[in-house]
């Protein structure tokens, strides 16, 4: 299926490094939540002091995509947030 195709499905993937704090995990997933959003994929790993969370969420519109990371960003003891976008075929109905 060509990438114009309107079926396609864009998965957003928030890559978000901060300080290693017990809050930072919930807080991340607060964002998701209070949109009656599952994230697709959770993911999180601790090297010392730091903290990778990474999250993907298949089918948000791109501004709320946006505005999620935007909000992430303000999020308390993080340091910075990186996004990327995947396109998926969507499947056949």
């Not at 499905?9 to 607060?30: D, I, K, Q, W």
């Not at 903290?51 to 709320?64: H, I, K, N, R, S």
Request: negative net charge; glycine residues 4%; charged residues 20%.
């Amino acid at each position: 299926m060509p990438a114009s195709d309107p079926r396609s499905v864009p998965t957003y993937c928030f890559s978000v490094f901060a300080v290693s704090e017990a809050s930072v995990m919930p807080r991340v997933l607060e964002l998701f939540v209070k949109r009656g959003l599952v994230p697709s994929r959770f993911d999180a790993a601790v090297a010392g002091n730091d903290l990778a969370v990474d999250v993907q969420w298949g089918g948000l519109e791109a501004d709320t995509a946006a505005h999620i990371a935007a909000c992430l960003r303000n999020v308390v003891h993080v340091e910075r947030v990186l996004t990327a976008v995947k396109s998926h075929a969507a499947e056949a109905l």
